[in-house]
């Protein structure tokens, strides 16, 4: 199983959007800063995520996550989470 999900930085309210197999061990190297885009801006907290069957829809999910349509429709079902 693969999941895309999208963390907020604790401190920086930034968010990040990305994919893995295994969404524990991938938080765990967010937050012990062994992700060079993610390292400035620990620690992170898990706010969503979505599971696929698929590795290629998860790829496809993620890519339309970091677009401009994906990111605005992302913040519409998060709105109680992310900052405006």
């Not at 199983?1 to 907020?8: A, E, I, P, S």
């Amino acid at each position: 199983m693969y999941c895309v999900y999208v963390l907020q930085s604790v401190k920086f309210k930034k968010l990040y959007i990305g994919f893995t197999s295994n969404i524990i061990n991938r938080l765990k190297e967010h937050n012990n800063g062994l992700s060079q885009a993610t390292k400035p801006y620990i620690p992170y907290s898990l706010i969503f995520y979505e599971a696929f069957i698929n590795i290629k829809d998860a790829k496809n999910r993620e890519k339309y996550l970091k677009t401009g349509w994906g990111v605005r429709s992302l913040k519409k079902m998060l709105c109680n989470f992310i900052p405006t």
